[in-house]
């Protein structure tokens, strides 16, 4: 079982519309969450942290679930900007060593007009 | 610019060339990472420094892969007899230390394609 799993998509969805991906990670030590949004052959840009009480920045809104050890995205009212690559990442977990990131393989949305 | 700079942004090499990438990360940034991303997978860690000290190296970074920093700020990352499955998008990041788990930002990678 991989790490970090995420629908690989693609989600096609019309401009408008509301989207949600998910992920679920395997390590319950894992203590800081992420979003990262990548554009075609371009690098993963942080899209937002995800906190324990979820959290809202403009038509995005971030979920953590620690029982299920999963995490949401929640984009509102599409745009076709939005079309890229959305990555999940989580940390290593606790010890020494937990700076690294586990990423998913990511899920790609394509945004119609 | 005070983002993460990484160079050469291409590189297109033979098999059996050793190849060397640079990164400097964001100003003051104590920790700087490595990740290879290869088309349709999310980045997979390599490695990464504290400062000038390497905490921790992946199963990935086999031994013709060698990392440095040595003076806590820029760092390279070079493969010695590289073989076609190096090819790859290969990111650097950096986070400020400030907090055990910080935000990473990355750079704009450097696309190595091994023929």
């Known amino acids: 079982r991989k790490e970090v799993e995420q629908d690989p998509g693609p989600f096609n969805v019309p401009e408008g519309a509301t989207v949600a991906f998910n992920c679920t990670y395997s390590?319950?030590?894992?203590?800081?969450f992420f979003w990262y949004r990548q554009d075609c052959r371009k690098e993963p840009k942080l899209l937002m942290s995800?906190?324990?009480s979820g959290n809202e920045d403009g038509r995005f809104t971030a979920q953590l679930n620690r029982a299920s050890q999963y995490i949401s995205l929640l984009i509102r009212d599409s745009k076709l900007s939005d079309s890229a690559t959305y990555l999940c990442?989580?940390?290593?977990?606790?010890?020494?060593?937990?700076?690294?990131?586990?990423f998913g393989t990511g899920t790609r949305l394509q945004v119609f007009p | 610019d005070t983002g993460v700079s990484q160079d050469p942004r291409h590189k297109i090499t033979k098999r059996g060339q050793n190849v060397t990438f640079r990164c400097d990360p964001i100003?003051?940034?104590?920790?700087l990472y490595w990740y290879r991303q290869t088309l349709g997978q999310g980045p997979e860690f390599l490695t990464y420094?504290?400062?000038?000290?390497?905490?921790?190296k992946s199963r990935l970074l086999s031994d013709r892969f060698s990392a440095e920093r040595p003076k806590g700020s820029f760092s390279t990352l070079e493969i010695q007899r590289t073989e076609q499955g190096d090819s790859a998008m290969y990111l650097c990041?950096?986070?400020?230390?400030?907090?055990?788990?910080?935000?990473?930002?990355f750079g704009p990678g450097t696309r190595l394609t091994v023929l």
């Open positions: 990041a950096s986070s400020s230390g400030l907090a055990r788990t910080d935000t990473q930002y």
């Open positions: 390590n319950s030590a894992s203590q800081s």
């Open positions: 100003s003051e940034h104590n920790r």
């Open positions: 420094f504290q400062n000038e000290a390497q905490l921790e």
């Open positions: 990442a989580v940390n290593g977990g606790r010890g020494p060593n937990t700076d690294k990131l586990i």
């Open positions: 995800v906190y324990s």
